[in-house]
């Protein structure tokens, strides 16, 4: 089942008020994966921005070899 047109501006309206790119984070798959894993936006955000903070999404902190 898709997403509906009224979700995806929905998550457009909150990735905008939280002042996050819409090229970076695009809202329908926000959307899709706030759907599928059953959690609200704000949740998502928290649970994205949590991995990223404890550095499991970063490959910024990996030595060159």
Do not use: H, W, Y
């Amino acid at each position: 089942m898709g997403i509906k047109n009224e979700v995806v501006r929905q998550a457009k309206k909150f990735l905008e008020n939280k002042n996050l790119s819409i090229k970076c984070i695009k809202p329908r798959l926000f959307a899709k994966v706030s759907q599928d894993m059953n959690k609200s936006f704000d949740d998502l955000l928290d649970v994205i921005s949590q991995k990223v903070t404890d550095g499991e999404a970063s490959t910024s902190n990996k030595k060159a070899d």
